[in-house]
């Protein structure tokens, strides 16, 4: 006969974990859906003996494992069937019943009740100024725009931020603002030299501009051809589009759309310059999931505010994973 052994007088006893609790649970949903815990998993394995037979265990309050039992092969969680890679859902990664579980789930997956909708509707004054607070919070510039001065502010912006753009800066290099080399050697259309800061700050560089981005809004910018990391290290500033904005957490989404190019011209260079139209300004995330589709087909990017970390010592530093400078002209 196997004895449990008792605790010392006077000694305190652990208090239960977080998987106590979830194993607790987890036989409270069996029993109420009148599982029998001794009864075969569906991979046809049998459960472990009780852990009040296994000797130097203690029963705990409202669980009859202790909390060093381990999750055994086949055990059957109400949520589904545990496997070494996790918790698979009994309607399968698509939604769809798998085979392992055709015919044993009866009820449909919830409907969660998220908020959908309710907030004001895009492009609303009260938007664009929650916008705006959310933004200046996180350290980046805006600057109001009027449809039709796109060009001018985009310059104003690229000043602010200590950007010089020379066409002479990219003709010195061989390169011209199509991208294409002058002087006929094949170099990817830039080379990597072309940056440098002047005694006040400024940077005399180049700036990488999507394939889509509107005829006339950056003239001198350099269009992108597929450079690489080192090449678009060259680059002082990308000027780009957006897919749509969220007020509420002051985020842009970019979709990869032609007016926002790939993922790599926003990450690499120190500035980007975003423009955003006030009828792409929704209120809440679920809007502006709403707006970038169910099932997006191209790489999603957020960006909230600049670059930054405080991971040492609590001090920030931007400019870590992405640009030190984010500047979005917001177009009424």
Known sequence: MNHKPSTPAGARRPLPTARDEV???????????????????????????????LPGTESWPGTEDPPSTQSWPGAES???????????????????????????????????????????PPGDPRLLALLRERLVDYRATVLDCAAGDEPATI??????????????????????????????????????????????????GRVVVPPGLPAGWC????????????????????????????????????????DQGRRAITLVPDVHICVVRAEQVVHGVPELFARLGRAPSRPITLISGPSATSDIEFDRVEGVHGPRTLTVILVR
């Not at 069937?81 to 009994?90: A, K, L, M, T």
């Open 23 to 53: 194993l607790a649970r987890i036989r409270a949903a069996n029993a109420a859906a009148g599982t029998r815990p001794d009864a075969p998993s569906r991979s046809g394995t049998e459960r472990p003996p009780s852990s009040e037979n």
């Open 78 to 120: 109400p949520h589904g069937i545990e496997s070494p890679h996790g918790i698979e859902s009994p309607h399968g990664i698509d939604g769809a019943p798998t085979a392992a579980s055709a015919g044993s789930v009866s009820d449909p997956m919830p409907d969660r009740a998220y908020r959908r909708s309710g907030g004001p």
């Open 155 to 204: 310059r104003a912006a690229l000043a602010a931020a200590g950007v010089v753009v020379d066409t002479g800066v990219a003709a010195a290099n061989g390169v011209t603002t199509d991208g294409v080399t002058t002087d006929g050697v094949t170099t990817d259309g830039v080379t990597t030299d072309g940056a440098g800061a002047d005694g006040a700050g400024r940077v005399s």
């Open 219 to 258: 003239p001198d910018g350099i269009i992108d051809r597929g450079f690489d990391a080192a090449m678009l290290d060259g680059f002082a500033a990308v000027v780009t589009g957006c897919a749509a904005v969220c007020a509420l957490t002051g985020t842009i989404a970019l979709d990869g759309s032609p």
